[in-house]
């Protein structure tokens, strides 16, 4: 089956610094979402972006499908940034990556 | 809108009991997903139903876990006889066919 690789597994930052997580999935994909797991476990939708570029307020993602990977820049974080980022890509069957787990110092 | 509904939120369960939890996707959405989501890691696709047919099981330990959803909305997952390693928080998701899926807030199961 498909694999997903996140990058970096574990990424400590100061408020008001910027990040780029990667995720690199090895076969060509439908979709592709990012979403983000609170601390209370609950993930919340990001991007739903199987090609090209989406921007939400302080957070940006861009796909590049025909070299497998995708991009999350988070910019200016904030301490509520904190938590868990997964990657999530449908190739018939969907397939999570194991994530990056952000941690934002105040 | 309303969310995905998931019931119950915690479970505590001794080992080779048996355990159901439910699952009511958002209104209109033909698929549903459960994933089973272990400590530190992705969570793992279990089951996958487009209306009220299975679309893919491959990784769903049917020796003790089964998955209904006969009137193609709401889904019940069962384990019969729970493990120790069955413990995890398991997430129902839906879609409106394939595309961007939404989450529930997921069962915490654990087994003793």
């Known amino acids: 089956g498909i694999q997903v690789e996140q990058s970096p597994p574990d990424l400590i930052l100061q408020e008001g610094a910027n990040s780029t997580l990667r995720c690199n999935f090895s076969?060509?994909?439908?979709?592709l979402q990012w979403f983000h797991q609170n601390p209370w476990g609950q993930l919340i939708n990001l991007f739903y972006?199987?090609?090209g570029t989406k921007q939400n307020g302080r957070l940006s993602a861009t796909t590049v499908a025909t070299e497998r990977y995708s991009l999350l820049y988070i910019s200016s974080s904030q301490t509520t940034d904190s938590g868990v980022y997964f990657c999530?890509?449908?190739?018939?069957?969907?397939?999570f990556g194991d994530g990056t787990t952000l941690t934002v110092k105040p | 809108e309303a969310g995905v509904a998931q019931s119950p939120r915690y479970k505590i369960i001794e080992k080779r009991q048996s355990v159901a939890f439910w699952c009511n996707p958002i209104?209109?959405?033909?698929?549903l997903y459960w994933y089973q989501q272990i400590l530190g890691q992705g969570p793992k696709l279990l089951i996958q139903?487009?209306?009220?047919?299975?679309?893919?099981d491959s990784q769903l330990p049917k020796d003790r876990f089964s998955a209904e959803r006969l009137k193609g909305v709401d889904s019940t997952l069962k384990i019969q006889p729970a493990k120790l390693e069955d413990s995890a928080v398991y997430l129902c998701?839906?879609?409106?066919?394939?595309?961007?899926?939404?989450f529930g807030p997921g069962t915490r199961l654990t087994v003793l």
């Open positions: 139903f487009q209306n009220n047919g299975v679309v893919d």
């Open positions: 209104s209109g959405h033909a698929t």
């Open positions: 998701a839906s879609s409106w066919t394939v595309g961007e899926q939404f």
């Open positions: 972006i199987p090609s």
């Open positions: 999530a890509v449908d190739a018939g069957k969907s397939t």
């Open positions: 076969d060509s994909v439908n979709n």
